[in-house]
């Protein structure tokens, strides 16, 4: 079995807990908790230092796309949608509609959603991008106080301001 690794970023709107193998970040979810708690250790892999390092520069409006490697586990459906939405530009948003066209079948708005829903690594894969079709902000399983700061942050580094956490 592979080795998992986990570390915390303290974010501007909570923790963020990661968690990744050797090769690659496997999940990354706002945690519940108040203070940071997996420090970067000795063994701590390279690919989880990048991590902190790239979830860093895009709170502080360094960063706009992410770089290190993720490894998702889903349905061939899951991954399409997964592999979709980091094609929504930063700062922008898309509707399940818009996702369900990309990935071939615009009548899967529904099955999109579930998707979204179940991914493990929020912010790199930015399904925080995802918005009703009518506009309005959805769900969103790290809170929709955070899917709205994070939106937020993503317009307001494109159009050059800063904004205050």
């Known amino acids: 079995m592979t080795e ?3 570390v915390d970023y303290p974010s501007p ?10 090769q690659a970040i496997v999940s990354l979810y706002f945690s519940e908790r108040e203070q940071p708690l997996h420090a970067v250790q000795p063994d701590t892999p390279q690919v989880l ?6 979830l860093d520069e895009y709170f502080k409006g360094q960063r706009t796309e992410f770089t290190v490697p ?3 586990s889903g349905t061939e459906f899951q991954q399409k949608v997964w592999a979709a939405l980091p094609d929504i530009p930063y700062g922008e948003t898309a509707s399940y509609r818009d996702i369900a066209t990309a990935v071939g079948n615009e009548k899967s708005v ?8 179940k991914n493990k690594i929020s912010i790199i894969i930015p399904c925080h991008r995802i918005i009703g079709s009518n506009g309005k902000l959805t769900g969103y399983a790290g809170s929709l106080t955070r899917k709205e700061w ?7 580094v494109r159009n050059g301001q800063s904004i205050e956490s």
């Open 4 to 6: 998992l690794h986990q």
């Open 110 to 117: 529904r099955a999109v959603g579930n998707a979204n829903s």
């Open 70 to 72: 993720c490894l998702s």
């Open 49 to 54: 230092k990048e991590c902190l390092q790239q």
């Open 13 to 22: 709107i909570g923790v963020v807990e990661i968690t990744g193998t050797e």
């Open 150 to 156: 994070l939106l937020k942050h993503e317009q307001s």
